[in-house]
């Protein structure tokens, strides 16, 4: 029999293939792969359930690692789809299971017994980019931007960025999700608790990639003369609960600016604050950031809405036809064209 | 209205989104883009007419560039579908449609009267490149290797592949295709006639770029000592008249070995040659040349099976988990592993 693995595409359960949907079909057991992206709607299990007329497990990375045995004994003994969000290899977490497929013997088998695997492909970011009007050909490779932590700074992607930029080429930058984490605390003191899922945004991908060009001293991002287009929410119709696709070009100031609070509204959170404080004696400093950091991601949101954000950084390789284009993107006072004019010599 | 841009996705007409099928559906217009790809399946207009139960218009290039005005009017007064095999904007060659519907006025208004236009992203080559084993992250730019004639060879291709290279990035090749192409007798006649379509298939395509590398006297294209992977007809399912999906790794010389006439075949060859300049004396040598090229693609068919054919090289950045995966899909004989561990390094 076939382990399916097949991609759901960008957004909603309605952009699976109508190959991938026949294949999902003709399985006796579904797995959801729910540890590297999401679906950007609501309830996405209970549609898919409806969608597909059967159930749907959610697959955890432990389930994966932990349970690849009965995935493949299922896929030995009749069809298994395992569903991923976007295209199913558009990262190498599941070439694992692939490899394991290949080399399977059933229980009691006296020599192998391969599964057969079939991979259904499906858009994902790497395709949706495209929508930034930027030349496919023109991207370098793509980094990951993880959350830092106050003694967790990690920055190997900004070389990366760098050696694309010294080619003139685009950059994708591919925000960080954490879905079922544990705390630090939780971990050693033995509780099985997992932190709420947390989803980068675009101010803070922006803020990280600033940072670590001031502290690297680097020349090839910088807030005024750096290009780029956001790819919010890529593919999403709108709906009642969250936005659609938003895809907005400017520099990376032009980009901070729309979720940068003016001075009457840093006045305002400054009271809100000092008065929360003076209800709340006891509040701890921790607790205080935790109040600033929701008010982050509430503009953030406001402005951006829902996650998944990605950027992309615009290098020097630029066609008059891509800055046109991007000028049909541009944010309202935008200095994208000029920006292209003087700094990228596009004209 | 709406003009939707609908990725196809790889390979048949059920590779589309239900999103997709939906969108065409509310259609009162479907053009399918002919020029920058196909589909893998014979009669894929009929089966795609009878998915949609609607017909469907083949837009070459010049309806596209020509008659823009003419889509977007049909745009502007009901929804249109303009259909593209993989990914709509995998290219950029479709910007120019979406800008002029941002700009688009109607005949007779006196303002701008812009066309909504909506993007459904699909699989496309970037994203079934995944199958190759090799982690997207590690891919450098993009190229496109033309076909080359006796008096025109660009390779500015060498430059980037080189590029890639030096970062220890793979590099994803993409064959050329020409569709409904002239010749230059015919257009200096101003006869209007199309030539066959052709298709770059691997041999040739590794043969260019061992061709390019030696005039070049670069070092990181050789053929004992490339790692590459042959990516053909992704995503495509046997059937009676074509066959599937064939994913294979090796040496770029592995690759050649496999459709190169052994001694005897050679003999072979120059005998039926010989044989036919007897019965037809007047026969030229450009007829010749011909028929020797008709077997070199009757044998690269042979061996991998009909177009499209695309090409992934190896840079230096591999992981153990990628050269076991390259592993499970090495040519038979292939020196994979063991060029993988002495000069890539990795074991």
Redesign the interface.
């Known amino acids: 029999m076939v382990l399916y693995l097949i991609?759901l595409?960008?957004a909603?359960?309605?952009?699976?293939?109508?190959?991938g949907?026949?294949a999902v079909q003709s399985c006796s057991k579904v797995y959801l792969e729910s540890y590297t992206s999401i679906l950007l709607v609501d309830d996405f299990k209970a549609r898919m359930e409806a969608l597909y007329g059967q159930p749907v497990t959610l697959a955890h990375r432990e389930t994966v690692e932990l349970e690849a045995d009965d995935i493949l004994r299922g896929a030995y003994e009749g069809n298994v789809a395992f569903l991923v969000v976007g295209?199913?290899?558009?990262?190498?977490t599941h070439?694992?299971l692939?490899?394991r497929a290949?080399h399977y013997q059933a229980p009691g088998a006296s020599e192998p017994t391969p599964v057969s695997v079939k991979?259904?492909?499906?858009?994902?970011i790497?395709?949706?980019l495209?929508?930034s009007?930027?030349?496919?050909?023109?991207?370098?490779?793509?980094?990951?931007i993880p959350f830092w932590t106050d003694d967790w700074r990690p920055d190997s992607w900004l070389a990366r960025i760098g050696?694309n930029m010294n080619?003139g080429?685009h950059t994708l930058c591919l925000s960080d999700i954490k879905v079922r984490e544990q705390s630090i605390e939780d971990m050693s003191r033995g509780v099985l608790r997992y932190q709420p899922p947390r989803y980068m945004l675009l101010p803070q991908l922006i803020a990280q990639l600033l940072a670590a060009a001031r502290e690297h001293q680097v020349d090839f991002l910088d807030p005024e003369r750096t290009l780029a287009v956001a790819l919010c929410r890529?593919?999403a119709d709108d709906s009642a609960t969250r936005r659609g696709e938003l895809v907005r070009a400017g520099t990376l100031a032009d980009m901070l600016a729309c979720t940068e609070p003016d001075e009457a509204q840093r006045r305002q959170d400054e009271q809100d604050d000092e008065a929360f404080e003076e209800a709340h004696p006891t509040v701890s400093e921790k607790e205080m950031d935790a109040r600033r950091e929701a008010r982050r991601v509430q503009r953030a949101i406001a402005f951006w809405g829902e996650p998944l954000h990605s950027l992309v950084l615009v290098g020097r390789q630029l066609?008059p036809?891509?800055v046109?284009?991007g000028q049909?993107l541009a944010l309202p006072g935008s200095r994208w064209a000029e920006v292209a004019r003087d700094v990228y010599g596009v004209h």
């Open positions: 991609g595409g960008l909603d359960e309605q952009d699976i293939t109508l190959k949907l026949r295209d199913p290899l558009s990262a190498t070439s694992d692939i490899l290949r991979i259904i492909h499906n858009a994902s790497t395709t949706a495209g929508s009007g930027l030349a496919g050909y023109n991207f370098g490779q793509t980094v990951s050696e080619l080429l890529m593919g066609h036809m891509e046109e284009y049909s």
